[in-house]
């Protein structure tokens, strides 16, 4: 059965360096998402992505952050400098369907630790 | 804009029902139901739209009142493998690709 992947699966840095988490979505679906996930609490959306733009953001989303599809089918995401509260479960889905109309498939997500 | 889920958590014995409520403020497009595991990721059960079509599991029954922008997930005859957090999320009208989850109920079955 098809499924998202990411890597890496748990990554240590230091507080302002920059880290990319990447995604592979399944190869036919052309929505994107990341979503963030601080331990024990909600899902919260950061951005969606489609077409090779974004469609979406929140307000978490800011300046530094970036998402990017350098190669068609890895979709990245990047964190500038890095602040402690930048420490999370970062997730990665990808869907077939516009407007939210399908099931978003999730991957197992890219644990952030930032020292 | 988030979606207010109720209760916040709930403990059944196996074979017990639940019902996990979600309302919005904002008119809905969508409203869909997913429960994630300890250190899992989240995964989809069911999806609502505006209009009645619904996408999901066989064994998960849900409701979406459109007027009201709230949704029911009915949970019955738990077994064990029903624990975990249940999130909703939702899309608004008027939105595009965005999907804000709730901030979820946790549920445990114990036998």
């Known amino acids: 059965e098809p499924e998202v992947t990411q890597t890496p699966s748990h990554q240590v840095t230091q507080m302002g360096q920059e880290v990319i988490l990447r995604c592979v979505p399944i190869?036919?679906?052309?929505?994107f998402y990341w979503y963030r996930q601080i331990l024990g609490q909600k899902v919260e959306f950061l951005v969606s992505f489609y077409n090779n733009e974004i469609s979406e953001k929140s307000e978490i989303f800011d300046d530094q952050f970036s998402v990017e599809r350098p190669d068609g089918s890895n979709f990245t995401l990047k964190i500038r400098s890095t602040k402690l509260e930048d420490s999370a479960m970062y997730f990665c889905?990808?869907?077939?369907?516009?407007?939210?109309?399908?099931?978003?498939?999730f991957g197992e997500g890219s644990r952030l630790t930032v020292l | 804009q988030q979606p207010v889920q109720s209760p916040q958590a709930v403990i059944l014995r196996e074979g017990e029902d639940a019902v996990i409520n979600c309302s919005s403020s904002?008119?809905?497009?969508?409203v869909h139901w997913y429960r994630q595991k300890h250190g899992e990721a989240p995964v989809f059960l069911m999806i609502l739209l505006k209009g009645g079509e619904q996408k999901g599991h066989e064994k998960i029954s849900a409701s979406f009142n459109e007027k009201k922008q709230q949704s029911s997930l009915y949970l019955t005859a738990s077994q064990l493998s029903y624990s975990g957090t249940y999130f909703c999320?939702?899309?608004?009208?008027?939105?595009?690709?965005?999907?804000?989850f709730g901030a979820g109920t946790r549920l445990a079955v114990h036998p």
């Open positions: 904002k008119a809905l497009y969508s």
């Open positions: 999320g939702t899309a608004i009208s008027g939105g595009y690709n965005k999907l804000i």
């Open positions: 190869s036919n679906h052309l929505y």
């Open positions: 889905a990808s869907s077939n369907s516009d407007r939210v109309t399908g099931e978003l498939f």
